[in-house]
């Protein structure tokens, strides 16, 4: 981070004289896409934040490709806080289901029937879309394709936002940061407070009169590729098999549309909102998170905007005219 907290280093472009100009940022971006293809289809999907991080930094590099190296470590300088923070998220939401607190199960599954009339959606939706053969190996339909491509959305969207406002506009990359990070640490209060187990677990442990199966990957068999994460079950990378309240996955998909809402004008912009409610709908249907869980997200997108808003409002009227 740069020495004035709410600055952030710009990157100049580069200049080069017309009519000698190479399309080398195009070139260097071609190149890196093809080398993500391969990555993601001959090693794994990234869902560490230190690979995405990673990933993304290159994209950088590639964007400003003709820049020198102090502008391509400016990266480094301005994000390894959020970087640490992410970290510090991921290890302790791993052991936040470790810290003695109760695991709470049935108090879901109740709301979700009294919602809907007595009905599980997650156990409505796999029946009616899941096929005979709902299981986590079993080669899903079209929309399970696109399923497993929204679920896994949320490990780049919501950072690509924000590495696409570092490079373009650099004086809304760390109100849009101080969003993120906060989503992400309420979101583990959350995890520690009220330990919930998702769908998934419920009907593995006996809890379900009617079974449900985690069809997460399901689908991308289609396109030949599989997550190396999935495949082995929730305890990859430190994960939280207990960590469903509230639906981080929502929470952030929610938190992208309304910072997208906030700062367009353009009357589309509200189709921004197809996002968290595709991702609910998908969270729902592999037995990610029950409804209440998405509920939950989309309040939590909403506490963390308000908050934000209000605290730099507050702030800059402490600020001297």
Known sequence: ???????????PPVSVPAGTRVPWRWI???????????WVFRVDLPTNPIT???????????WNVEAPPRQHL????DWWPALALLVGYMYSRGLADNLGAPVHVTPAIRFDEWLFGGT???????????GDSCTWG???????????????????VGLSVAVALWLRNPDSWLPYMRRYIGVNLLGLAGYVAYPLAPPWWASDHGYLSEPVERITSRGWDAVGLQSERFEQGPDMLLGNPVAAMPSLHTAVA???????????????????????????VTLVYTAEHYVIDVLAGYVAAGVVMLAASAWERWRAARVPT
């Open 1 to 11: 981070m740069t020495e004035r907290p709410d600055t952030v280093t710009k990157v």
């Open 28 to 38: 260097a971006v071609g190149v890196y896409v093809c080398v993500v293809v391969i």
């Open 52 to 62: 995405i991080f990673g990933w993304l930094w290159l994209l950088t590099i590639a």
């Open 74 to 77: 400016a990266f480094v300088r």
């Open 120 to 130: 599980l959606p997650t156990a409505a939706l796999q029946d009616a879309w899941c």
């Open 138 to 156: 079993s080669r899903g339909a079209w929309y399970d394709t696109v399923f497993a491509t929204i679920y896994y959305s949320h490990f780049f």
């Open 254 to 280: 929610t938190l992208v549309a309304l910072w997208g809402i906030s700062r367009l004008r353009h009357p589309a912009r509200w189709l921004l909102l197809a996002y968290p409610a595709m991702m609910g």
